[in-house]
């Protein structure tokens, strides 16, 4: 059973306008979030993360969302650019999985122009 | 700086067949890692390393071995290759296994058993 969750394959957002994306997660030794981005035939590179001390962490246009009751975060990409189009994945880690990192499915972003 | 770079980044193998993959890291790095991806199933862990001469068992290790023998190389290796390995295969490394210690991932292998 996947314990990182990104239910939403895709996504399809206009330049210029907010992009959201949503990630579960069912363990609660988790305490530690990042994303990363892919583009297509590249490695995934790391994008932002946030500990789970703090319920938000933004860096640019980029901001993350920790609601630890809900066991959910979200990114939100302010505003969306067309080169932002690419494979998102969510990835959580706990000092009880000795810091590995457990990722999401991952969530495509297109940015129309 | 090449960061991390796996080789090769294409091959087809037949069912049984061996292969090795290879992973470089030029960062130092203590940490490295191998991961598979499969369609919306994200990245799973397979072997990590924590130093030179250190081997671990990650999420899915069945069917693959790991060596460490120099700091800045990490092999992967398939014994007997089987269809359900078709995959692609992420070499990362990371300076710890820290929080605040992003992985930095190599570009890929696309591995596809016929």
């Known amino acids: 059973d996947q314990q990182v969750k990104q239910n939403s394959p895709s996504l399809s957002v206009q330049e210029g306008r907010i992009s959201i994306l949503n990630c579960d997660y069912t363990?609660?030794?988790?305490?530690?979030f990042l994303w990363y981005k892919k583009y297509p035939a590249e490695g995934p590179t790391f994008l932002i993360s946030?500990?789970?001390?703090?319920d938000k962490n933004e860096d640019g246009r980029f901001t993350v969302f920790l609601n630890k009751s809900a066991k959910h975060l979200s990114l939100h990409i302010v505003p969306s650019q067309p080169g932002d189009s690419a494979v998102y994945f969510c990835?959580?880690?706990?000092?009880?999985?000795?810091?590995?990192?457990?990722f999401g499915g991952g969530t495509r972003l297109m940015v129309k122009p | 700086n090449a960061g991390v770079t796996q080789t090769p980044k294409f091959r087809v193998l037949k069912t049984g067949q061996s292969m090795t993959l290879l992973c470089a890291q030029d960062?130092?790095?203590?940490?490295m890692y191998w991961y598979r991806q499969d369609p919306g199933m994200g990245l799973r862990l397979i072997h990590y390393?924590?130093?030179?001469?250190?081997?671990a068992k990650g999420e899915v290790p069945d069917g693959y071995n790991v060596s460490r023998l120099k700091k800045q190389n990490f092999l992967l290796g398939l014994e007997s290759a089987a269809p359900s390995q078709t995959s692609v295969y992420f070499c990362?490394?990371?300076?710890?296994?820290?929080?605040?210690?992003?992985?930095?991932f190599g570009d890929g292998t696309r591995l596809s058993i016929l």
């Open positions: 990362a490394s990371s300076w710890t296994g820290g929080f605040d210690q992003p992985q930095h």
């Open positions: 363990n609660s030794m988790f305490d530690y």
């Open positions: 946030i500990s789970s001390i703090k």
């Open positions: 990835a959580a880690s706990g000092s009880n999985a000795g810091n590995m990192l457990t």
């Open positions: 960062m130092n790095h203590e940490y």
């Open positions: 390393s924590v130093g030179e001469g250190t081997t």
